[in-house]
């Protein structure tokens, strides 16, 4: 911890009267040599393939590397490729993705692959105006899709990149803005090796989070995750579970289901709602009062 508070000290001494061009290479530079001597390795990072690159990307929305390592192997040998994901029956594409959470990017995923075998052949689309017509890819998930698939300079932020830019750029400030971050992103990129560079800056962000408290407090857009335990993101994560292992169930046969399981949030009135929400987002189909996986 002293070599990093040093090195961050040394930093915003340098950049009290502004921000340079020397600084920003001082910048680049501490984050290239932490990079060469401590860079994480991840399967994906080693097979950089599309699809791989759009796996991986969806599975760490919102998940830590850790969790998304486990899970990323078993992914790719039950669906290695575009077009076995686009045929896959969806009780199978969740019954993979337990135990991830979030499970409409199960879906999201399952979604765009389908797309991108009808409308684009198989291959992934290379350019973010392209990946963001994708379900659940947002600006930013478009950029570094198309970073880390293609080494093309996309601008794009995310939470360990935010952080690092953060501690050194704004440590005396608070509601940050990601405008202001992204700003000097793009001064910084690496334009010849962007998926490096993008590579480098997350790593740089572990180290930051694993050893300071957490600069992303300081932004605008901090949010606390809410509690998981007892919540309605379980009640439909238990739901999809349940159906994942049956044909089909109704309200009531849901209710004793979670009654044994002592899921308290589980009642007739809640279940319903839920079911509901499910059909309409596309996760499941409705035949008389039996509910399964579409």
Same mark, same amino acid.
């Given at each position: ?99 991830? $959470? ?18 684009? $052949? ?6 973010? @105006? ?44 608070? @509601? ?9 992103? @793009? ?17 740089? $962000? ?89």
């Amino acid at each position: 911890m002293i070599d990093l508070e040093n090195t961050l000290t040394q930093f915003h001494i340098l950049i009290r009267n502004g921000v340079t061009p020397y600084s920003l290479r001082r910048f680049v530079s501490i984050i290239k040599k932490h990079y060469n001597r401590h860079g994480r390795a991840f399967a994906w990072r080693s097979d950089t393939g599309p699809y791989s690159i759009l796996v991986s990307e969806i599975m760490l929305q919102q998940t830590q590397t850790s969790r998304v390592s486990q899970k990323y192997d078993e992914w790719m040998r039950a669906f290695p490729n575009m077009e076995s994901l686009a045929n896959a029956p969806l009780k199978q594409v969740l019954n993979v993705w337990q135990g991830m $959470g979030y499970n409409r990017r199960a879906i999201a995923l399952k979604s765009s692959a389908e797309i991108i075998v009808r409308d684009y $052949g198989g291959a992934l689309p290379r350019h973010p @105006e392209e990946l963001i017509k994708l379900p659940h890819i947002g600006p930013n998930t478009a950029g570094s899709i198309a970073a880390f698939a293609y080494n093309e300079p996309t601008i794009f932020i995310e939470t360990n990149i935010r952080s690092v830019f953060i501690a050194f750029f704004f440590h005396d400030k608070q @509601e940050v803005h990601d405008k202001e971050i992204l700003s000097l992103v @793009e001064k910084t990129l690496d334009t010849k090796h962007p998926r490096d560079w993008y590579y480098a800056l997350m790593d740089y $962000g572990v180290l930051l989070k694993k050893t300071l408290p957490n600069p992303n407090k300081k932004s605008k857009h901090y949010a606390r995750q809410s509690t998981f335990k007892g919540s309605n993101r379980e009640l439909r994560g238990a739901i999809l579970r349940a159906l994942s292992t049956t044909h089909a169930q109704t309200v009531s046969g849901l209710v004793r289901v979670f009654n044994k399981q002592k899921l308290t949030q589980a009642n007739k009135h809640t279940i319903q709602k839920n079911l509901n929400d499910l059909v309409h987002e596309g996760f499941l189909i409705k035949t008389k009062n039996n509910y399964s996986l579409k």
